[in-house]
Nanobody, 113 residues
Framework: QVQFVESGGGLVQPGESLRLSCLAS????????MTWYRQAPGKERELVAR??????NYRDSVKGRFTISRDNSKNTVYLQMNSLKLEDTAVYYC????????WGQGTQVTVSS
């Protein structure tokens, strides 16, 4: 079955960096676009970044700070997050949008001074 296992979150100070990883299984990973979403307390889940054969896309608030990448040999998608801000605090999830509503447990990112 389709599974996503996110990791790499943690507690950091503003301006610091984190690298998130998402290990995918249960489908032919290399054929699918992958996304990172996040959900902050009391807010809707929002799209952060997307990677596909056509390239990468980011929400405006993370452009220039976040980089999405993938390693098809490892069935893994990454999110490099630099210059983290307080408002980046959220649970981060990966997803293959073409497969529908499959979600992992997410990984908590907390940015706090």
């Amino acid at each position: 079955q389709v599974q996503f296992v996110e990791s790499g979150g943690g507690l950091v100070q503003p301006g610091e960096s984190l690298r998130l990883s998402c290990l995918a299984s249960g489908f032919p990973f290399s054929r699918y676009a992958m996304t990172w979403y996040r959900q902050a307390p009391g807010k809707e889940r929002e799209l952060v970044a997307r990677i596909s054969g056509g390239g990468t896309n980011y929400r405006d608030s993370v452009k220039g700070r976040f980089t999405i990448s993938r390693d098809n040999s490892k069935n893994t998608v990454y999110l490099q997050m630099n210059s983290l801000k307080l408002e980046d605090t959220a649970v981060y999830y990966c997803n293959a949008p073409s497969l529908g509503q499959y979600w992992g447990q997410g990984t908590q990112v907390t940015v706090s001074s």
